[in-house]
Each structure stands twice: as C-alpha cells, then as structure tokens.
C-alpha cells in the first residue's frame, strides 16, 4: 500500500463551511483511488488534511474528483461548501496543486485539474478536453455580457452583489469589514449631521474646522498649498490626475495667448521661443464642452471645459501662465493670468481643478481602469478554463473587481448615486461625458511608454508618475515575456490557440465596441503582440488604478482643490472676483460632505490588500513559472526600497506607486 496526503481548504467567505458529506478521489495515468470521505468541513476557512490509501502509485495525477451529498437532516436546505484548492503530497514526496474556487452544493460532483499550465492543442486526452468544454460552457451561464449603456464597454449582466458567483466575491474579512456606502463613509468622517445641510459656506477656516478627523500628512500639505501655482502645476504630474498634461507644440487656435499676455511669467522670454525649446506645456479639457451640468439642491451648477497654458522653469518648477475657462474665445470669455488680482486667478484655477474632477473620476478611474477591468474579467472568466497559463496568470489581478464594480454602480453612479446627485459632471451629464471619453480611447493611451511618448513627457524633470510607472511597467512586461516564453514557442502557437482568440475576440467586440480606431486587437497572430496586450492588461488592473486611486482622499479631501460641482458660471469678466465669489461658487455643505465620503470610500485599503505580484504562487505549480514569479517580487520588493530612498529627500513624498502599495487588482 502507498499513502497519498490530502489537504483539503474551504474557502474564507462568509458560510464557506458546510455540514454536507464530502468525498475525495484522485485520478492519475495509472488508475484512481477509492472515494474517501473528508472530516470537518463546517468551518470557514479550515485546512482538512487526511490520506488516501491506494494498493500502487496512480501515477502522475491528473484529476481530483470532489463529490457532496446532503446531510439528512438539511436535504432540503441549499448547505453548498466552497472549495479553495486541494493539495496533494504523493508517496514519492512530490506535491501537486489542484485550484477549485467553486461552490459544491447538493448531490454534486466536481473534477479539476492539476495546476500545471495546459493549451488546448497540448491536450492528448479526450477527457480532458471534454471538462475544458463544460467548464466554459458552464461559466457562460453565469458570466453574462450587459450594456451599461450605450456607447460604453459592457459590464457583468448582475443587479446586486448578492448575484454574484461567490468565487468573485468578498472573503468574509473584507465582506464583514467593509461598507461601500456613503452613509457609512460619512460616519467614519464624522460628518453625518451636514449630509442635510444646504448652507453655503461662510469661510474657508469653517470648512478646515469642521473636519478635523482622518486627515493625512499628505491632506495636510494640500490644505496649507492648495492656492500656490507651484503646486498647482505639480499636482498634473504627480497628484491624482497625471493623466491630461502634454508637451505644447502650437498653440491651440481657440487658445489665443499673446507674447504680452504671459511676459512677466516667462521672465520676460519670448512665448514662442519657450515653445520651441520644449518648455511650454498644456492640459486641454475639451472633452467637457457642451456636457449637460447637473442640478444639485434645487440649483443649477455649472461646468467649465478649460484651457490652461504651463511654463517649466528654469528652477524644473511646473507653473501655470494663462487660463481660459471656456472652449470659444471671445470677449465674454477672458484668458487669466498670474497677473490678475487674486481671487481672479484663484478662481480660474478651482475650475480647473473642478474640471480634472470629472476627468479623473470619470475618464481615467471609472472608464479607463474599473469598467475595462471588468471586460478583461468576465472575457477571462468566459473563455479561458483554469488550466489555462493564462488564466491563472491574469486570475488574481480581477480579485473583487467584479464585486466592487457592482458595488460602484449602486452607490456612486446609480440614478440615486453620490456622484449622480453631486458631482456637476452627473446626472445626465454623466454618461454624455462618459461616452466622449470613450471615443477617445485608444489602445496607445492604455500603454504606458507610448503614452508618454505621445504627450511629449520623456524628459519633463520631477514627473515621478512617469519614472515609478515605467519602471513597473517593465517589471511587468518582463514576467509576462518570460511566462509567455514558457507556454507559447512561437507565433503558430499563439495563432491556434483557439481559447485565447476568442478571449481578446470578446474584449474587442463588448469592451471596445468593435471599434477598430482604437487599436484593439480583434485576434493575435504573435507572441509579440499577445505579450505587450497582457502587459496592458496587468499594469492597468494595478499600476494604473493605484497611481488614480490611492492619492484620492490626500489631494481631494480638501474640496477647494478637488471641487466636486461648482454652483456659479465662470467669470466673464476680470476684476469682479472676492472671497465672498469663490464662496458662492464652492458646493453646498451637504454637496461638500458627500463629495469628500466618496473620495474617502474610493481611498480605503482593505484588511486583505494584496500587492502587486502576489496571488500568482496559488493557480502555478511549475518550477519555471514559480521560479519567475519569485523573481519578480524580489524585484519588486528591491524597487520598493529605491522609491523610499529617493523620497526621503522629497517636500511632498510620492507614494503611490510604491509596490507595496500597488494592490494586485481593481478592488476598491
């Protein structure tokens, strides 16, 4: 007789466990064991560990057959049990990985296959590609397509969480912990009794005495820098929105800055001069023009579409120089400069900034990383089986997508939503400005070195963005190159690997549209071509969605730099702006509160947070691919160290794209 170890995990979310009969049998080359029953899996969580006896060695393993049978006294209640994986050490000490992630319930059987990473035309047994088939067949059921809306990638067909397969969901830590609401948020802020207060507010110190809880060193900084141009510039390379500033070749012809206008700023320096010698820079919110403005408390507010010209100085200081808050040129609408009287120039940039509020939440965090990580999701989830190497390479990087997009969508982006009812960008609005974005959406944009190639941005000093996001990027595409080496050996494979063309089929057709002016790829002849498109994919679902999503709550707390609507048109005229102006254009007191819970909620780092580069070691069991994946968090952690280093020395640390703070998905 020989002895097979068994370890059996149950999952960690909320009712894991169960009180049915479980079996386990294993199948290898050489025969299969008897059916044995497992002890113990009520509990969540729990780690059920027992031999298989067998009269010989079954040979390489390559099933693990897990059957359920309801308990008598429960035949009639759904008591389904949620397998994580099981492990099997063999007689000879070798051990063998098999990942389930999937519910049991009733009379059922289940098979699954050893990690080890298999293409369809590898496979020699007709078994085997018999359970791919039903695998797929069966997630097609449960991963449906839905449009959102028209003119929008197409989400997960699912009204509520609790629709939710329960392999995509929560572990019960994060479920119990965390409260995706406003109300919630609101609480935590201690700003629940002004969510009813349609006040304006009286001053700037009252707004900076009301909330004194949770601030940061980072909120901190904002709040005493907010009105500095110097900072003003910097937050375009290094705050929440780096997204929107390129290089000025010529200027814009609705944009028309005289060489008198900007003079004093360029010290005394011929604008065009600057421009030819790379110097001059411009952020361009044209999307936003025409976009229908919201009506908040009973008012109307409004929504500028501006133009602001930057001058890099010779100190590598990032400054703005002229300002026009419209897209027409015209008398009624004035191009400001640093020149003007102080609330004149303070003004025309809190539209600015209110404008990049829209842009980055709406463009660059919900479309551009949650909405087309979910159509990577649910196009990986319907046509790649988990034997597949690239499913369990991209498998980790969805955790909780699908969760806290459904999430989204009720509470910040539904019809009663926080963003809807507050945001000037909401309400119809929205989804006017959402389908612009998408029109400008091209694959180049989604990769990190042609998009900094495109905005002119190579050489632009103290753009920190820039030199941690290429850095990882190369992290990245290194693991992807290596991995891909070790499953594809040449452009043929990849061409008749029939799963992965219909995974980027689906990803062209229902997150892109079918649009081929984006330059999504409708199939994949090389291995080129699928490296650099899971690079893409990896970076956007971590790098890209920290570098948006981290600093939200640091430098959009303070409402004045970050303003969620703004209740007053832009000034027409110069000259006529106070305090008591940009009072009155600043949010209610309620429309405040609710725009600082949703960066608050938007801001939260779960109690299971994974960073970038973890996750992988569960759904691998090769000595190549672990051996890689080993490497790459080595490097990731030695990189790690180097952006400490080099922000010790930084007024205003750059953090958010430290590994350690990268997490492995879009999760919140």
């Known amino acids: 007789m020989v002895k097979y170890t068994v370890k059996v995990f149950t999952g960690e979310m909320l009712l894991a466990g169960t009180l049915n009969s479980v079996y386990v049998k294993l199948v290898g080359t050489k025969g299969e064991s008897k059916r044995v029953y497992i002890p113990k899996t009520a509990s969540q969580g729990s780690v059920i560990e027992l031999d298989v006896p067998c009269p010989s060695s079954l040979g390489h ?19 389904d049990w949620f397998c994580s994986k099981v492990v099997v050490t063999t007689p000879e000490g070798d051990m063998a990985n098999f990942p389930c992630y999937h519910w049991i319930s009733g009379y059922e059987r289940l098979v699954f296959r050893e990690a080890t990473g298999k293409l369809i035309f590898n496979e020699t047994c007709p078994e085997a590609i018999e359970e791919r088939k039903k695998e797929l067949q069966s997630r097609h059921e449960v991963y449906c397509w839905s449009i959102y809306a028209e003119g929008l990638p197409q989400i ?22 965390f409260k995706f609401t406003a109300a919630a948020a609101l609480v935590e802020l201690n700003l629940a009794g002004l969510s009813t207060n349609k006040e304006q507010w009286k001053s700037l110190g009252e707004l900076s005495h009301v909330f004194n809880s949770r601030k940061t060193d980072v909120y901190d900084y904002v709040e005493k820098n907010w009105k500095k141009d110097e900072f003003f510039g910097y937050q375009l390379l290094n705050g929440l929105n780096p997204m929107m500033i390129h290089r000025c ?29 790379g110097n001059i820079f411009l952020v361009d919110y044209k999307r936003l023009h025409g976009v229908t403005a919201n009506v908040i408390n009973r008012k109307q507010h409004f929504l500028a579409a501006p133009l602001c010209l930057l001058y890099m100085t010779p100190e590598d200081k990032l400054m703005p120089i002229a300002i026009q808050l419209k897209q027409e040129p015209g008398e009624d609408n004035p191009i400001f400069l640093p020149t003007d009287s102080e609330y004149d120039w303070l003004l025309a940039k809190i539209f600015v900034r209110s404008a990049d509020f829209a842009e980055h939440e709406l463009n660059f965090h919900l479309l551009r990383t949650h909405l087309l990580a979910e159509v990577f999701a649910v196009s990986t989830l319907r046509n790649l089986p988990m034997v597949h190497p690239l499913y369990k390479l991209l498998i980790s990087h969805f955790r909780y997508t699908l969760q806290i997009n459904t999430l989204a969508r009720q509470a910040l982006i539904s019809e009663n939503g926080v963003i809807t009812e507050n945001a000037s960008v909401g309400g119809p609005g929205m989804v006017e400005f959402l389908q612009k974005a998408m029109a400008s959406l091209t694959y180049s944009s989604l990769c990190l070195p042609e998009d900094i190639t495109a905005r002119g941005l190579e050489s632009i000093p103290n753009f920190f963005y820039r030199d941690d996001g290429l850095r990882l990027w ?17 452009d043929s494979d990849v061409q008749k690997d029939s799963e992965l ?53 640091d430098f959009g707390g303070w409402m004045p730099n970050f303003p969620i609507s703004l209740q007053q048109p832009p000034p027409t005229t110069k000259g006529q702006c106070t305090e008591s102006t940009m009072l009155k254009t600043f949010p209610d007191i309620n429309t405040t509160v609710y725009g600082m819970a949703a960066v608050y909620l938007l801001s939260m780092q779960s109690t299971d947070f994974v960073t970038l580069g973890n996750g992988y070691q569960d759904h691998f069991s090769e000595k190549t691919p672990l051996e890689l994946i080993q490497e790459t968090q080595d490097v990731l952690k030695k990189y790690n160290f180097e952006i400490q280093g080099r922000n010790v020395s930084l007024p205003l640390p750059y953090t958010f794209l430290n590994p350690n703070n990268v997490e492995n998905s879009v999760a919140l």
């Open 501 to 553: 063309q219909n995974w980027i089929k689906e990803i062209f057709f229902h997150g892109f549209l079918a649009k081929t002016s984006t330059g999504i790829p409708q199939s994949f002849s090389s291995v080129t071509e699928l490296i650099k498109f899971l690079t893409m994919v990896i970076f956007t679902v971590t790098v890209q969605h920290a570098a948006v999503n981290n600093a939200q709550f």
């Open 61 to 79: 393993l390559e099933f693990v057959v897990l059957e359920t049978e309801p308990y008598a006294l429960l035949a009639y209640i759904n008591d």
């Open 156 to 177: 997960m067909k699912v009204d509520s969480t609790s629709e939710l397969p329960a392999e995509v969901r929560f572990s019960f830590t994060k479920d119990f912990k």
């Open 249 to 277: 070749s010529k200027l814009p012809e609705n944009f028309p800055v005289k060489e008198e206008m900007v003079k004093a700023s360029l010290f005394g320096k011929s604008l065009e001069a600057e421009i030819k010698k």
């Open 474 to 490: 190369d992290i990245v595409h290194r693991l992807v190159k290596k991995m891909i080496a070790h499953y594809y050996t040449c």
